[in-house]
């Protein structure tokens, strides 16, 4: 579109937005009435903002329409870079393609700005400074390898030094900025722009530090409603929230005096402004004025959106910093995964690691041996013994591919000899004392999986059916019990879980939970009710169970929703002394109150596998992760029954 067909676009539209904190005058948009109405109608309450400042640009978007990315005209910034530019009355956003070493020549910015980088790679160069950043999507787990997804970002504010150098293969990259960058405006052509544009002045504190790199799977999530969960990064007087909402999800007809720019990433969404409903799909963008009226409801995928919002808003920061406090009562403010044993690059040789357990000042875990197709080898496999200064070393190998360990009595192991179809008793020398279990009503144990133990000296373990043979022994999935006395009980019926996997007991013995991995897939055999929750059961003076419930709905990803799945890829589980729970999954390592709310997400390279407590206090969760073993410190001391 060239410059003067784009002023005609700008000017039809003008006066839509002449009050709506654009300009100053006495127009009011046509539609205001019946906002008003609506605003009584639901009952809501209208807040102002006092001292916004005043645009003299009209905004490129029409409230209560939606335009995709995709339709947006590409404007030629600098050789081998494109963009496409939209903006609102407080913020403007731009999107660049850059060609592989294309660059974005060093300026001093007019403006405060978010940088963030959404594939590809580049080099940042600010105040000196050369900062790698990167995009990375999710990968498909295979049996050797994973790879969580990365968006990086940073944010500067006005005056600092930029220069974009893209990678080898190119970038794509957002901007967002407040107040608008002129200068883009005039590159698009148009005229009797200000000389400059005013900013407010925030009084909040920015949750992120200036002049950092942050990967965006860092923030923690914020839950703004039942269902609709949020990270949010704020500075200046940009506020981004990258929200990630449950099928059918909604938010009711609400109002807010900050204005909201929405781009639809992933899913379906049923956005509804005034009385124009509109469905989105992924690139949609929808502009919201401060106080108009709103709600939206999302697919049966569920989705992932970009609301940015001009100025913060301060309910959104509160409900952040309450989340915070709640997330760093468990795990300190400032700590991070650490890598512990990368077992790539060491020796013996990590594959897919399982199980750690802590016992006499080691930690003790299986390395499970998988090629790519999830193929197992027992004689690739061993157990692995890990010392406090990260040395460690094979205490068996070759002899069997264990899978869940737990300390047993006389500083022994239980381990779970998945494809030997057994319990067993073993030194922390390798040597098998017994065998603690391997059939059930005359026929072998399938494949078991994770184990623990009661005060009582009974032991409980998942049978997911997880084994290279094509014919299964058991008639399903199940959970088992061994009484003291070794008698075995099956304790729920076969595939009542899709896959039964992680099992845990709280401290008080009395509560029973079992995590369920995969769910409603085409490419699985069963499916179930069990979705992606982890369920609590009472457990009996006989050691069965009774009474079971849903206990904490984990978070799934895009990836999976899009396929109409229920699999997190649950996994091990923790337990601290206080009745919260860790759960390795496919997202990360998702954390759970004693009641069953979410608290909170450690996120990793690679997708977790399985997590212990470790270390002399035990509040060290140690976090194993295909060939890595990661260690993150906490303010709760973790629960093991030692017999």
Known sequence: MNGISYRLKVASTLFLFILIGGCNSSSKPKWEKRNSELIEEYGLTVRELPNLPSSSVAPNLEVGTSINFQDLDS???????????????????????????????????PANRFLIVTEGSIDYIGEGTKYKMMAREREEPDGTHSGTPRIDFIYQDKGSQSEIVAGDTGAKVMEVYSPIKVDYLEKMGIDELPLETKEQTSKNEPTIVPNKVYDLFDIQFTQLA????????????????????DPNTQSKAHIHP????????RGTLKQTVLDQEMELEPHDIVLVPGNVVHSGTAGELGFDALDVFWPVREDYLNKQQAALERYHEIIPKDAKPELVIDGSKTEPTLTFSEGPKWMDGKLYFSNMYFDQNWNADPKKSSIVALDPDGTYQNITEGKMQAN???PYKNGNLLVCDMIGHRVVEMTTSGKVVQVIAETYNGKP?????DIITDTKGGIYFTDPQFTMDAEKYQPGRAVYYVSPEKEVTRLVEPNEFAMPNGILLNPDG????????????????VDSSKENFVWAYDVNDDGTISNGRKFAELRLTGNVLDRKGKSSSADGMAIDTMGNIYVATYFGVQ???????????INLPSFPVSLGFGDEDMKTLYIVSYDKVYKIRTNRKGYVNYL
């Open 510 to 525: 009395k509560t029973l939970y079992i995590n369920n991995c995969y769910d409603d897939e085409s490419w699985y055999p």
């Open 75 to 109: 404007l030629q910034l600098y050789p081998g870079v494109t963009a496409k530019i939209f903006w609102g009355n407080g913020n403007l956003i731009s999107v660049f393609d850059l060609e592989p070493n294309s660059t974005i020549p060093k300026e001093n910015l």
């Open 258 to 265: 900050e204005e909201q720019i929405t781009i639809l990433l």
């Open 404 to 406: 869940g360990l737990y």
């Open 591 to 601: 954390i759970f109150d004693s009641k069953g709310s979410f608290v909170g997400m």
């Open 226 to 245: 039942e269902g609709i969960y949020t990270r949010l990064v704020s500075a200046g007087d940009m506020q981004l929230s990258f929200v990630s909402a």
């Open 445 to 449: 144990i399938d494949g078991p999986n």
